[in-house]
């Protein structure tokens, strides 16, 4: 199959659709039983696609700033986007848990739990608005740069410099507070890898083709990894986390394929419909896990467990699909009076 870089923003939402099952296989079935090791092994990597999320939203990033770059425009619209839905999600579900004494709404609807404790409940939140904050400093420092060398050659070089820094800022912030690394290495682990999605924008937008056996070898590195990567070697959060660097690239290329060949067909409208409600979706079925979990039961392999992984799935999808109609609306509200004032 031949895959173009423009396919990533073709079949954006598609992609999404894939990587958001992915990641609430993951939620679901990272505890699995010994004997399922294959399957617990392939959904403790599920992780990834929150990378390929990120690599797509610096691409989409890049393309919407091409075409309106005004800073208060840019930054209305985003916040919006994530606070509007968090706040509909996440004010009721702290409520509850601070009745129950599960926690303080406070810290949790501010995330502050999550740097104290690592409460994990919403961490992409944050970290999507730290991504969006830092985009236009990054957008004009890869467009822009200065210097006497090649334009193209600086933005890459320019790109891996800022990775490599913060890799280097981030393992000495692992070995100088390991605890508070732990507990937020989530968030500050994942940004390199939108700084590098951000570069892809404008070689996207260029359309190039990818090397004939991108798919085959993306294939072959994927089921190396999950066969002797994550089996056999023990490594630090650091280090996993910048293992997903370059692995994600190689999920990517593999989901790109398969939102291809999904195109048109009654599965790619399923994954377009996941794709675009993506954000709503993992804030919903987080929150009906933990429910789940704390009122009907523990994780617990059986049958039943197989059928309230089904009944979360619909259940998250059902009520996404009744909230993304209301976030819309109220988001429209919103930037249509802040542009009238």
């Not at 740097?115 to 904050?133: D, I, N, Q, R």
Request: charged letters at 15%; proline letters at 3%.
């Amino acid at each position: 199959m031949k895959l173009a870089t423009n396919d990533l923003s073709t079949y954006r939402s598609e992609i999404m659709g894939l990587a958001c099952l992915y990641v609430i296989f993951t939620h679901n079935f990272f505890n699995w039983p010994d004997r399922l090791i294959s399957l617990r092994r392939f959904a403790n990597c599920g992780n990834i696609a929150v990378e390929i999320f990120l690599i797509l939203s610096g691409i989409g990033l890049f393309y919407s700033f091409q075409r309106n770059s005004a800073l208060g425009d840019y930054y209305k619209r985003r916040i919006v986007r994530i606070l509007v839905p968090y706040l509909l999600i996440a004010v009721p579900f702290y409520l509850w848990r601070n009745a129950v004494g599960e926690g303080v709404f406070w810290k949790d609807i501010l995330n502050i739990s999550l740097f104290e404790m690592g409460s994990k409940y919403t961490w992409y939140p944050v970290l999507a608005l730290l991504c969006y904050l830092i985009f236009p400093a990054v957008y004009h420092l890869q467009n822009h740069p200065i210097s006497v060398l090649n334009r193209k050659a600086d933005n890459d070089i320019l790109t891996l410099l800022c990775c490599v820094l913060w890799f280097i800022l981030l393992f000495a912030f692992d070995k100088l507070a390991p605890e508070s690394f732990m507990h937020s290495e989530i968030v500050w682990t994942r940004l390199p890898i939108f700084i590098i999605g951000c570069r892809l924008g404008s070689i996207v937008y260029d359309n190039k083709e990818l090397p004939k056996g991108s798919v085959a070898a993306s294939v072959f590195l994927i089921a190396v990894y999950l066969y002797q990567f994550r089996s056999q070697i023990t490594l630090s959060a650091f280090w996993i986390r910048m293992s997903y660097v370059p692995m994600s690239f190689a999920f990517l290329i593999v989901f790109t394929a398969m939102a291809k060949i999904a195109a048109g067909t009654a599965a790619g409208t399923v994954l377009r419909f996941l794709g675009n409600r993506s954000f709503e979706i993992y804030l919903v079925h987080i929150m009906l896990i933990y429910l789940w979990r704390y009122y009907v039961r523990p994780e617990v392999f059986d049958r039943f467990e197989i059928i309230s992984f089904a009944l979360i799935i619909a259940v998250s999808v059902g009520v996404c699909s009744i909230l993304h109609i209301l976030v819309s609306a109220i988001s429209s509200l919103l930037l249509k009076h802040r542009s009238k004032t």
